[in-house]
């Protein structure tokens, strides 16, 4: 009787916990974007990294705009687990957000980037960078590849744009292989 | 008692557990079933294997081309990356057209961090070292002319899952006409290469040398599939191909435009004026049609004349020197004419061809004064004509003509020969007095859908007799490989009509330009190097015509002071004198050279001279001038076998993720699975509770 209480109370505890901690991912890329907003306004006007909070490892280094999806996001420097979880980010190896060159951001299939599944090739994508001036962008190509055997060159001539997300967007579990690539070429 | 019920339950909650597990490997599992069906729409070609179920998927070529425009001369760099997307090794082939006069040079492959420069070679040598590294593991690479216009990039050995980059060069003299310069990019599917006027023979012939996997751009062709037995192809995508091209005009420009494709234009950073960065817009590919380019010189910064050279080893120099005629004097009342028109009214010219050729005769016939004489003869199986020959253009005649043209229908076979001897026979020739003054031209309107070209060429040549023969090209596949030669021989000019829209803009300028014969009996001579002069091209000057210029190579032991120009400007003597000192110094003349000799010889064997002189001073000349040829081939072979290079090659590859490609980062949470897992968690603690309380 008294095992079966327990374990019904140890159930509930750690099915609401399990669920919390589901839940909070949502809740964080939704809520650190609005944090975001404002250390972005501050990044542009005083042309320094400002950090959204004071413990944040982050800071913006751009803001990408999807005017067809109604969408903008705030992109954080660097592409690891850390930043995504508040925001797309930009890998640092790749060229920095308006410069010349192929500038690759990532962002989660769940949250940020699960509007990709929407976007077509022909869309335009709009790019901020830290002195407030603007690109534009065309999608130019959509593809899904294997990331062991993905080879994205870094190096372009001109304003590439490789926006990144995990495939298929609707997989429940993570950690697959595969990865939606959209390609963006400015227009002059 | 309720014991036993108790471990029943349990029994359950631990079901429910292996169900919540179960559940999630299967979410796992289909997510990557869903993944291998993905694959297969990205538009990959998958090829049979022996085993009826096993599929192998085709190399991928991506095409990448950058046109550097400096003066006269465009070179191009065309990079295709052969990617073999399955576990196996494989050979890829890749045919693909380029511009009928373009002088392909280099060829470098690039493997990983290597690059193995490509030598040229005699073809069969070149194809025997290419064989022997394919049998030995090697990645090798061969780049071969089928035709003036084809090639063929062959790449052995392309390891599992790895790509190999092949770096091809030529080089080709801009297009000056009319006032405008233009440069022209064959784009790799277009219906121009359909089997009507691709030689079935020579494609059927690539097939059977090469056993290895195949990619011809000729996807769109039904029979080419049948071939392949592809299966489950969708729609297939145009290959990846992004263009760019950098003009350094050297003259302040005007206006410059594309003609069939969306691109963008901007100023590079260092542009002077002249200078200009074009990009195809890479969401508008129109594959049905080439890139064409044009540009403009802006009002009075037009050329006149242009003069370059090159210095070469061995004290040898190359020359490239370019009038344009004035332009004004054409206000002369233009000379009488003989004009006998040929319309082909072949099976193969059915549909829109059709229509297109006959308005393009009425627009002929419309133009014609009383002071002409004209004839029209139509063939397919055979020849027949509107008059027994050539009659004066009364009003009367034309009504005839007229008629005639609206009954025409196409049926039938394409015999050619019949129609070129009605129309060059002696007996069609002027014999009223002062048919000297008279202009004698042959208008030939057809697709070109011949075999015996050759017999054709030769025939045009030896009966030629001071006529001129132009030819216009119709329909959206013309041979014009044939028709650009059959005009040259003609010593005319090819009009290439691809869309109905052009008959009339097209028609006009070719009519305007052929009632102003400018300059004929062409002589050129060059002051200050007398007897030293080694070569001039071409040897026998065409008529220029309306808005052409004379385009002359030479290869030359010193500069010469001064050009002088002799000929027939609208039927009376012509001369003119240009100094050529300040020549200014110009990349890629000898190559030019070189490929003009080529062809100068492939010409002499058109009209019959011994195929082994030709072979071997075309040999000479490829090797010399490191030029592929009919006779002549690129090839690179990487000197450590393939299979051994395995281990090296993970570890370039490793290396090539950190240098030259961006890692992917993770980009997915677990945030679902927790909130599903939780969710789950907490409706089975709901279960147990109220079972609790039904057994209390």
Not at chain 2, 514 to 535: P, R, S, W, Y
């Amino acid at each position: 009787m008294r095992g079966r209480t327990i374990a019904a109370v140890v159930l509930l505890v750690a099915g609401a916990l399990l669920f919390w901690s589901g839940a909070w991912i949502q809740i964080k890329a939704v809520v650190a974007q609005g944090m975001l907003e404002f250390a972005w306004g501050q990044t542009v006007i005083s042309g320094k990294p400002v950090k959204p909070w004071p413990w944040a490892d982050h800071w913006p280094v751009a803001r990408i705009g999807f005017p067809e999806q109604g969408e903008d996001f705030v992109v954080l420097y660097g592409d690891n687990g850390s930043s995504l979880a508040f925001a797309p980010g930009w890998n640092i190896r790749s060229a920095r957000p308006g410069d010349e060159g192929v500038t690759m951001i990532s962002g989660h299939r769940d949250t940020h980037f699960r509007l990709l599944e929407g976007v077509t090739v022909g869309e335009q994508i709009t790019l901020e960078n830290s002195r407030g001036r603007v690109h534009n962008y065309k999608i130019t190509n959509i593809n899904t590849v294997d990331y062991r055997m993905a080879n994205i060159p870094s190096n372009s001539m001109f304003r590439r744009l490789v926006l990144v997300t995990c495939y298929p967007f609707d997989a429940v579990v993570a950690g697959g292989p595969m990865r939606y690539v959209v390609t963006a070429e400015q227009v002059i | 008692m309720s014991r036993k019920v108790i471990k029943a339950k349990s029994g359950l909650v631990w079901q429910s557990a292996w169900l919540v597990v179960g559940l999630m490997i299967s979410a796992m599992g289909w997510g990557v079933e869903i993944t291998k069906i993905n694959e297969v729409r990205q538009g990959e070609l998958l090829l049979k294997t022996e085993n009826p179920n096993e599929y192998q998927l085709a190399p991928i070529v991506s095409t990448d081309a950058v046109i550097e425009i400096t003066g006269p001369i465009a070179r191009t760099r065309v990079r295709q990356q052969f990617t073999n997307p399955g576990d196996s090794w494989m050979e890829g082939v890749y045919a693909f057209p380029l511009p009928e006069n373009a002088a392909v040079d280099h060829m470098r492959m690039v493997v990983g961090e290597r690059i193995i420069e490509g030598m040229i070679k005699e073809r069969q040598q070149a194809k025997k070292i290419y064989q022997q590294a394919k049998s030995e593991g090697r990645r090798a690479s061969l780049v071969e002319q089928i035709r003036p216009d084809l090639f063929t990039t062959s790449v052995a050995n392309i390891g599992p899952n790895s790509t190999i980059t092949i770096e091809l060069e030529y080089q080709e003299l801009l297009s000056w006409q009319d006032g405008q310069f233009s440069v022209r990019y064959p784009m790799a599917i277009t219906p121009r290469y359909l089997p009507a006027t691709v030689d079935d023979s020579e494609i059927r012939e690539l097939f059977e040398l090469n056993d290895g996997w195949t990619v011809v751009p000729l996807a769109n062709t039904g029979k080419e599939k049948s071939k392949r037995e592809s299966q489950q192809e969708t729609p297939r995508k145009n290959p990846p191909i992004s263009l760019t091209v950098h003009l350094d005009a050297g003259f302040p420009l005007e206006e410059i435009f594309s003609r069939y494709h969306k691109v963008s234009t901007d100023i590079p950073l260092d542009g002077g004026e002249g200078k200009r960065r074009i990009r195809l817009d890479a969401s508008s590919h129109a594959s049905d049609h080439d890139f064409v380019l044009y540009w403009k010189p802006k009002a009075g910064s037009a050329p006149r004349a242009a003069f370059f050279t090159e210095k070469g080893d061995g004290g040898d120099q190359h020359g490239l020197l370019m009038v344009m005629p004035p332009q004004q004097e054409a206000l002369v009342l233009p000379p009488a004419r003989e004009l006998i028109y040929v319309i082909d009214t072949s099976g193969s010219m059915d549909g829109p061809s059709m229509a297109q050729a006959k308005e393009a005769l009425r627009k002929a016939v419309s133009r014609l004064t009383p002071r002409d004489s004209f004839n029209i003869i139509e063939f397919n199986n055979s020849a027949s004509s509107l008059f027994d020959g050539p009659e004066r253009a009364t009003p009367d005649r034309l009504l005839i003509a007229d008629h005639y043209i609206s009954r025409i229908e196409s049926d039938g076979g394409t015999e050619m020969m019949g129609a070129l001897r009605m129309a060059l026979a002696p007996k069609y020739g002027w014999t009223e007095r002062g048919s000297e003054e008279r202009l004698r031209q042959v208008v030939f309107i057809t697709d070109g859908a011949v075999g015996n070209e050759v017999e054709l060429f030769r025939y045009i040549h030896e009966n030629l007799n001071g006529r001129r023969l132009f030819t216009v090209g119709i329909g959206s596949a013309p041979n014009s490989y044939f028709m650009r030669k059959s005009a040259q021989f003609g010593r005319g000019t090819f009009t290439y009509i691809g869309d109905s829209d052009e008959v009339a803009e097209k028609m006009d300028l070719l009519f305007t330009k052929m009632e102003q014969a400018v300059l004929t009996d062409l002589v050129v001579e060059l002051e200050g190097v007398e007897g030293e002069i080694v070569k001039m091209l071409p040897e026998e000057a065409p008529d220029l015509y309306r808005g052409e210029p004379v385009v002359i190579s030479m290869k030359m032991r010193q500069t010469p002071t001064r050009a002088v120009l002799r000929g027939r400007f609208n039927a009376k003597p012509w001369s003119s004198e240009i100094a050529l000192k300040g020549g200014r110094e110009q990349a890629g003349l000898g190559t030019l050279f070189g490929r003009r000799m080529i062809e100068s010889w492939m010409d002499r064997k058109a009209v019959g001279a011994d195929e082994d002189d030709v072979r071997n001073a075309i040999i000479q000349l490829g090797l010399q001038y490191h030029l592929v040829s009919k006779y002549t081939s690129l090839v690179a072979v990487d000197v450590t076998p393939a299979e051994r290079l395995q281990e090296i090659d993970k570890r370039e590859m490793k290396m090539n993720h950190r240098l030259a490609s961006l890692k992917l980062a993770k980009t997915a949470t677990d945030s679902e699975i927790r909130m599903i897992g939780g969710a789950l968690m907490l409706m089975l603690s709901m279960l147990l509770y109220r079972r609790r309380r039904v057994t209390a």
